[in-house]
């Protein structure tokens, strides 16, 4: 079956960065496309970065600029970099297979506190 699982969250100050890593299994993964979300206390969990199987990639307009999503197909990963963290980027960060723009197969998700 489809696996995802998320590592490399943790504590950071305001500043700092971080670098999440989704690592999948049970899909041929080089035709996945996979997208990073988040969802913090009393929010909805919203998308933060998807990457197509060709390479295409998008970005939530509160981290552009400041994230890169990547992808190799030898490992079968996803990671997302993250610098200049926000007390607001605080959330559980969780990875998805998606089909077209619809999250199908999640992770259990990767905690990120960011302090100010």
């Known amino acids: 079956q489809v696996q995802l699982v998320e590592s490399g969250g943790g504590l950071v100050q305001a500043g700092e960065s971080l670098r999440l890593s989704c690592t999948t299994s049970?899909?041929?993964?080089?035709?996945?496309?996979i997208g990073w979300y988040r969802q913090a206390p009393g929010k909805q969990r919203e998308l933060v970065a998807a990457?197509?199987?060709?390479?295409?990639?998008e970005y939530a307009d509160s981290v552009k600029g400041r994230s890169t999503i990547s992808r190799d197909n030898g490992k079968n990963t996803v990671d997302l970099q993250m610098n200049s963290l926000k007390p607001e980027d605080t959330a559980v960060y969780y990875c998805?297979?998606?089909?077209?723009?619809?999250?199908?197969?999640w992770g259990q998700g990767t905690q990120v506190t960011v302090s100010s």
């Open positions: 049970g899909t041929t993964f080089r035709f996945a496309d």
């Open positions: 990457i197509s199987s060709g390479g295409i990639t």
């Open positions: 998805a297979l998606r089909v077209g723009v619809q999250p199908v197969y």
